[in-house]
């Protein structure tokens, strides 16, 4: 007594099988449902199109030679309408793709000629229900992302304090309104930029030091604590700050986040800022 195949994968989503020779529906329905997957039907290239809007699939098995249309509009549709979708072309023709191009460059996942082969089938459908698997990952993966970054920029954007993103090198990624605020800086004047450029001049030397010996010895004096200084406006007004500086790692290089508060209410107290001798 034989032993049953094993089920290869299969899916949530069902196959979506497009002919209207009755025959080879049957064969696929057989073939597909004794794998494990749920099968729909649709013969005319019309009903196809309203199936793939109602039940997603995630594979469509899509025959060229229908009675309402040619099948490779068919592809094309379907190809607009859920980009990434795998569709396996069916066809008698064994030169079509001679005349029509690659259809794979059509949006195709593959060609397969008839009369269908069942282990070409079984392996096709098995590789497409893996693809579309691993393309739907993807884009949650995608939406997580972004989703990520608005609550980020939200965050960002609606702090008080002034926040300051800077590479490697000292150039400036990205600050935030406040940051805009109290330098007098847009982000997009600032992308680019070196850090110097809102310090004043007599901090400049002592920062470049400092940059180049976190480049080469990963010391600093200052990350991970907090210190007082002066910062400097566009307009060429200086202005004592409070900073805390922190590092992270983006691949092989550090990036750094500077969190600053504006101290000019002390102003009337005269408090004196430390130098920025140690960075």
Same mark, same amino acid.
């Given at each position: ?102 259809? =794979?460059?059509? !949006?195709?996942?593959?060609? $397969?000629?008839? /009369?269908?082969?069942?282990? %070409?089938?079984? *392996? ?64 997009? =004047?600032?992308? !680019?930029?070196?850090?110097? $450029?809102?310090? /004043?001049?007599?901090?400049? %030397?002592?920062? *470049? ?71």
């Amino acid at each position: 007594m034989g032993h049953a195949s094993p089920i290869p994968f299969s899916s949530s989503s069902p196959i979506l099988v497009v002919d209207d020779e009755q025959d080879i529906v049957l064969a696929l329905r057989d073939l597909l449902e004794a794998d494990g997957h749920h099968i729909n039907v649709a013969s005319t290239g019309g009903t196809a199109l309203e199936c793939v809007k109602l039940h997603s699939p995630s594979v469509v098995i899509l025959d060229v030679k229908l009675p309402d249309m040619d099948g490779l509009l068919v592809l094309e549709k379907m190809t607009k309408a859920v980009p990434g979708l795998p569709i396996i072309i069916l066809s008698s023709y064994t030169t079509l793709d001679d005349v029509t191009g690659p259809l =794979e460059e059509q !949006g195709a996942f593959a060609y $397969l000629h008839k /009369p269908i082969n069942r282990s %070409e089938i079984r *392996t096709t459908v098995r590789q497409a229900l893996k693809a579309y698997a691993l393309a739907k990952k993807m884009e949650r993966a995608r939406h997580a992302l972004y989703e990520s970054e608005i609550r980020f920029q939200a965050v960002f954007q609606a702090a008080t304090d002034a926040i300051v993103l800077a590479d490697h090198t000292g150039r400036i990624m990205s600050w935030n309104k406040a940051a805009e605020s109290m330098f007098e800086y847009t982000a997009e =004047e600032m992308f !680019g930029k070196p850090l110097t $450029l809102i310090m /004043p001049s007599r901090y400049r %030397e002592a920062h *470049t030091q400092g940059m180049k010996r976190l480049q080469t010895t990963g010391e600093s004096h200052v990350i991970g604590k907090t210190v007082t200084l002066h910062g400097l406006r566009k307009s060429g007004e200086e202005f004592p700050i409070e900073l805390s500086l922190n590092s992270w790692m983006t691949g092989t290089h550090p990036s750094y986040s500077g969190f600053i508060r504006d101290l000019s209410w002390r102003e009337s107290k005269k408090e004196r800022p430390l130098e920025y001798q140690n960075v």
